[in-house]
């Protein structure tokens, strides 16, 4: 076959959940050496689709054939035989077993009934090599950073013979310089190989860079597809969520007032190195780095999850004690974490359990739970920031990977913190919902909340920041207002620690000028 | 561009140094019951009067209860745990009593009876196993309790089978094979062999084998499993009816080394199995260890009871040392874990 050619059919697919028919009568083709990017807001039914193709659920109605045959997948397997491979929405890593078996992991190479260890990992290296990642096979995946163990997911699809690879939101924990590997990766596959991609990604602008074919769908029906070259991105923004986007960030400006939380010299050996900053009320505080630079790992450590060796938070004037989270959500810190499966959510209990958590004590009289008030607090942020799901009572492993997210940003939001500390808050967002959040945020550091937001997009950090301190491997690099002035580039260059500029930092505590040491 | 280039080139020789370091960490902490070992036996040797002379009963003993350990490492490798392990041994050391009884009584072939009533013993084995297995991974029942009730059922089993606490074999052909001292080497008996030949094969197997790989794939990240085409369902309940049978073998095993079946051994076998293989080194969670990570649990466990037999130690003050002693391990390792990658 010939690149072009189309070898994958799905038509009118349906998959009805209790309460969702996820997938509508969705129909796609796929063709070899092409790429085809789908696009849709969470809980579109992006990735409902995907695990149809892949054997992970069966459909409820329509056909799916491949090469004009119709296919019906009992497991993934089968899928996988059949030239299909997926790197799915969740990391699926096995963390204990070392970086070779990961990538043939369910398909090791066989010298007859014996696993042939040595061709393992001589191909591993080989996909290794061809990932651009220097690490030895025999590493164990659960020490890689998370952008490492996306990249090995990626490669364990190219130990497969597949014929298409789909990617459900793979660039979302992986670093720029990751991202721009695996796009060379993709563009190998699809020029030499002749391999067809599906590739999801709520990062528009990649969408438009990687794709030569976009398909949009909504609440599970297919709203438009065609070539990449006929959209533009404001109509594909416009497909996606039904109504024009104006503005994406929406910043209003708010009243900066007292210092709310005061950071000094904070330091933990080895992760970071004397942190200072001060956020005052009604300002939101930008924390900008790459990956790895230690942002996260200084948020966990003022809320107190990690210990840290030196330095002091102060809180409202009051010095916290480190290493107390639960103190810390009573003195009014709220922190949502980057790692939403692990850190932030209970996936087996309510959504409306889930957002309420913190926010228990508020909302009960003598231990017990005022119903009502929980109810109607969590009805509130499910409007607000239109959280996808049948009902509050939903379990939130039930949902799709961005109202996942979207439940742990409302409890937090919920709490009604004096600060409150977003780690990468729209990662896997859709863009409507995104506005929503940053609009949310400008609300609340306008009634005066100190807001703290750490994230990896440069345009997050202009949209929707008062400053932004750049972080540089644990250290404090810059600390800049965000004015029509400041350039994405000189923000860049202080997160990769080339420059320094601490033109913002309050009190004048060491006011330089704007220096170049690259 | 070019500055990311310069910088992704840092953090990669940054990064590699790192996990270098990590892995070394990880080395140690993992196999850290081999520096265990060899300081409990410097200890003995150097500082136990009378170790010199008594030493070979761990290799003996070892044996004895060694090949059930392995069985329950299957299972707990996988993520799962079986607590039915001592009574399962026990009623299939029953079962190969009242097979061997039997047919020494009507045909006078001892070698037949050891034959067939070893058959008898691993089929038992194998079916308890099964047993728990369906109701585990078919019926969804959580292991613990699921093991916890069939042991209770295994005992029942035992009683009602043997009828007496005490069930000798009618002509004790098997101890002295059992028992027979290699190259007039006492530590070196038929026994010590099979166990040994049980450890290499399941280091084999796991190590070599597709479906003996699936188990710490399994018992590490289940969906992963899943997604790759591995059922979780099937190879846990493999692991069980494989523990089951490897139990099976323990209860023959403790007859070949008494010459009975002994009720009371259902119980001795307790929760002996779990602690050698957690002071091995594999994790409670799943996904970590290998057989020798067992052997070398099982050689710990048996030198701290040959040692303080050998100072005539009380069975309670054994009892006290070997809790303290896995509590320090767990510890060791939760200690080792924080500081090494943050994980
Ligand atoms: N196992 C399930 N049980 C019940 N409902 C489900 C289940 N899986 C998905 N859904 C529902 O199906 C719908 C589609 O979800 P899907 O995960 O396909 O969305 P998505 O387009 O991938 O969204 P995202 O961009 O957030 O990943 C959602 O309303 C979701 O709540
Ligand atoms: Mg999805």
Known sequence: MSRGDIFIELDDIVKVFPGVRALDGVSIKIAEGKVHALCGENGAGKSTLIKVMTGVHARDGGDYRI??????????????????????????????????????????????????????????????????????????????????QQMIEIGRALTRNARLIIMDEPTSSLSEAETDTLFKVIKTLVEDRNMAIIYISHKLDEVMELADWITVIRDGKNIISKAKTDFTQAELV?????????????????????????????????????????VRKGEVVGFFGLVGAGRSEIMRAIFGVDKYNSGEVILDGKKLKGGDPAKAIENGIGFCTEDRKKEGLALKISILSNMTLVKLKALSHGGVVDRVAQRRAADKYMK?????????????????????????????????????????PTRGIDVGSKSEIYSILSDLAKQGMAIIVVSSEVEEIMGVCDKVITIAEGKKTGEMAITPELTREHILSCALGTETDFSAETDGEKKEEVKENG | MEEKGVKKEAAAAENAVDLKKIQRVRFLKDNNSILILVALLFVAFIGVDGFTGSWYNVALYSAEYGICCLGLALVMICGNIDLSVGYNAAFCGVMFVITFNHIYNSTGNSALGIIVGLIVALITGGVLGAFNGVIITKVGVSPLIAT?????????????????????????????????????????????????????GTYLWMHYTRYGNRLHIVGDNPEAAEYAGISVSKTAFTTFVLCGIMAGMTGFMMVAFSG???????????????????????????????????????????????????????TNRVNLVTGLLLIAVLIADRFTSTKSADE
């Open chain 1, 384 to 424: 607000s920031i239109s959280i996808k799901a049948p009902s509050v009572n939903q379990l939130v492993g039930n949902l799709s990977g961005g109202n996942q997210q979207k439940v742990v940003v409302a409890k937090w939001l919920l709490m009604d913190p004096k600060v409150l500390i977003v780690d990468e």
């Open chain 2, 148 to 200: 916890i009730a069939t042991n209770y059922i295994y005992e029942g089993l035992v009683m009602n089978f043997a009828k007496t606490s005490f069930a000798p074999v009618n002509k004790d052909a098997i101890t002295p094979i059992a028992k027979y001292q290699i190259f007039g080497l006492r530590w070196l008996t038929p026994m010590v062999i099979i166990f040994l030949l049980f450890v290499l």
């Open chain 1, 67 to 148: 090469d004009g045959k119709t296919v019906n997948f009992k497991s993934t397997k089968e899928a996988i035989d059949a030239g299909v491979s997926c790197v799915y929405q969740e990391l699926s890593i096995a963390p204990q077993l070392d970086v070779a078996k990961n990538l043939f992991i369910g398909n090791l190479p066989m010298k007859g009934h014996i696993i042939d260890h040595k061709t393992l990992y001589e191909k591993s290296e080989e996909i290794l090599k061809f990932l651009e990642m220097d690490i030895s096979p025999h590493m164990i995946a659960g020490d890689l950073s998370v952008g490492q």
């Open chain 2, 260 to 314: 009975a079946a002994i009720y009371t051994q259902g119980t001795t076998l307790g929760t002996f199995p779990i602690s050698c293989v957690i002071i091995g080194g594999v994790k409670m969670t799943g996904g970590k260890g290998t057989a020798v990570h067992v052997l070398l649990g099982v050689l710990i466990m048996r030198t701290v009871s040959t040692m303080m037999s050998t100072m005539f130690w009380s």
């Open chain 1, 238 to 278: 416009k497909n996606m969520i039904g109504r024009p986007l104006e503005n994406l960030y929406m910043k209003e400006p708010a009243e900066i007032t007292d210092t709310m939380l005061e950071v000094n010299h904070l330091t933990r050996d080895g992760v970071f190195d004397d942190i200072s900053f001060k």
